[in-house]
């Protein structure tokens, strides 16, 4: 790049403040430790209602994924509403360092695409995430990782492998 900024495809490269780079150096404030600090202390108050939240999320979850003989597939908005709650939960126990119960969640995201974009149904896959979800919530399993759960994490990871599926990902039926 030459010194005027111009490159040889005649590009520009141009340096945009935006009001938080102004207010940034300002005096005052916190520092960033602290901040994180302060962060961690908030979250930790919030742990005892999260777990209450969570068994809500959850049931509601479960509520709404219908089963194959209510007659509920043909109306397809539950995948978007349980989708939602997917999201939340895997977003939420990321923030709360529940990160395999975030992993298992993302997992349910990636199967209600999967139906969304005409994979077939089949409830028990959902159900058995849901139950791992459940277990993800216990005590023991908390603070974990799907690094820490080699075998449970490879066969949920294998439920996703399109060659193995009890339906496939992104299949029209």
């Known amino acids: ?3 005027n900024g111009n490159d040889d495809n005649g590009a520009r490269e141009f340096h945009v403040e935006t009001n938080f780079q102004n207010m940034a150096p300002r005096p005052g404030g ?3 430790d602290q901040a994180l600090k302060n962060a961690e202390h ?3 108050a919030l742990r005892p209602g999260f777990e209450i939240w969570l068994d809500h999320e959850m049931n509601d979850l479960l509520r709404i994924i219908p089963s194959a003989e209510s007659g509920g597939l043909a109306d397809m908005s539950w995948i978007d509403v349980a989708d939602a709650y997917s999201q939340r939960l895997a977003d939420v126990s990321a923030t709360m360092d529940y990160q395999f119960m975030s992993f298992v969640a993302n997992n349910l995201c990636m199967i209600f695409d999967a139906i969304r974009s005409g994979a077939e149904y089949h409830r028990e896959v959902i159900t058995c995430h849901i139950n791992v979800l459940r277990l993800a919530r216990q005590q023991q399993y908390r603070k974990l990782r799907s ?3 080699p075998e449970l994490s490879e066969g ?3 439920i996703l492998d399109p060659r193995r599926l009890p339906f496939q990902l992104g299949a029209k039926n």
């Open 1 to 3: 790049m030459s010194n």
């Open 30 to 32: 916190i520092m960033r």
């Open 42 to 44: 908030n979250i930790d």
């Open 147 to 149: 690094e820490d759960l």
């Open 156 to 158: 949920l990871r294998r």
